[in-house]
């Protein structure tokens, strides 16, 4: 990584230094004392559950030279010779400001990815078209809000040519914040869905919210969106430029067509005002990953990568685990999509499911959270996708099973259960040889437990 001085760390998060021991080398950035490595800078964070400033002798033990915090938890005669503590009014604050800072040091291009869901799927593609051509750096897993991107920005250095960062939120400001951090020169929105409604209250909301991705926007900068949705599809824009890409709209600037979907993949053709570029195959499934790869595309194309770099880097596509993760086997098909789930992103699981061969379809679904006054409706109209989209057998899990179970509307073929533990015990018994089965939930779900249990029917 670049090294930043003192002086600038100092300048940058307006810190004051509290015990100064003169010895100011470091090696990594880190919040979390149980992956912090030797000779590191360590930013105590305070969470609803946590203070990372009582673990500030521990991240010591473990090798920070310099520690930055916003409360003082000890006493000047612990700390021992050597270690530099720097007292901020706001540590997740200075996270931000540093990782500015040490942005501002990088000569590198910045696609910046945000969107209500697709985002991850995105980010993977885009890096995979991007990767013949350049050295590209990508988010890893989820690592994209106030906390996350900051530590993303901090991995990366001097050798990388592009970086492919994914911006998530929850409210209003937050990816402003990212995005003062992160500068995107190029942003995709993948779509506008009811996501986060919850605090947003409105669509119209997430759109202003999710347009933030813009606010350091000039002239020069691009903004590629996802002409299909509803929100974007109208959008306009004199102060940058503006590309919109998509399945549906002839008019859009990047337009796939021909599309074939199967079990193994997508294949389809793009035409953008000029040009025809045909035989593309993604290996994933799904037409809403066909929306994903457009949006890749455009971008891909407006970084100078040709059309045949952008077939070999498909070759090198690296997915995100628990994200349609297709495990086959000779007793079922199990579907693991459990990282997060949305009205949105469970209709194309469905929709996934669907498009794969095999004895009987079986969904298990769990809470989307974050809906607000839109819970229920979302539960019972994600329900009555599930029928009339070939699934069989729905099993719900959680606080949403009779909305789930009005919208699916076939007492006999409708399972539910209060919680993941009691579902797991008796999983077994519903499933059987040749089944498909899919497995989706909103992340704080843990629906991976049931993940695991249905990989032993496959052992």
Known sequence: MIKLTMKEIINAIQGTIYIDGNKYDYQSISTDTRKLKENSIFIALKGDNFNGNDYVLQAILKGATICIVDEIKFNKE??????????????????????????????IKVVGITGSTGK???????????????KVFKTKGNFNNE?????????????YDIAVLEMGMSNFHEIHNLSEVAKPDIALITNIGITHIENLKTRENILKAKMEITDFFQKNNVLIVNSDNDLLKDLKSDNFSLIKA???????????FNIELSEEGCKFDIKNKTRIYKN??????????????????????????????ILKGIEKL?????????IKNDNITLIDDTYNASPDSMKAAISVQKSLKGHRKIAILGTMKELGEESHNAHKDVGKYAKENGVDILIAVGEYVEDYKNGFNKDENFISFADIKTACAVLKDYIHRGDVVLVKASRSMKFEFIINELKKLND
């Open 280 to 309: 593309i195959f993604m290996p994933i499934p799904g037409i809403h990953n066909v929306n994903n790869a457009v949006l890749a595309y455009a971008c891909a194309d407006i970084l100078g990568v040709c059309h045949e770099d």
């Open 78 to 107: 612990e700390i021992k010779e050597g270690i530099t503590i720097i007292k901020v009014s706001n540590s997740k604050k200075a996270l931000l400001d540093l990782a500015k800072c040490y942005r501002k040091k990088l000569d």
């Open 318 to 326: 690296e997915r995100t685990s628990m994200r349609l993760d297709i």
């Open 120 to 134: 991850t799927s995105t980010k993977d593609i885009l890096a995979a078209f991007l990767s013949q051509k350049y």
């Open 147 to 159: 906390i996350g991107l900051p530590l993303m920005i901090f991995d990366m250095d001097e050798s």
């Open 246 to 256: 998509g399945i549906l709209e002839n008019s859009c600037d990047y337009k796939a």
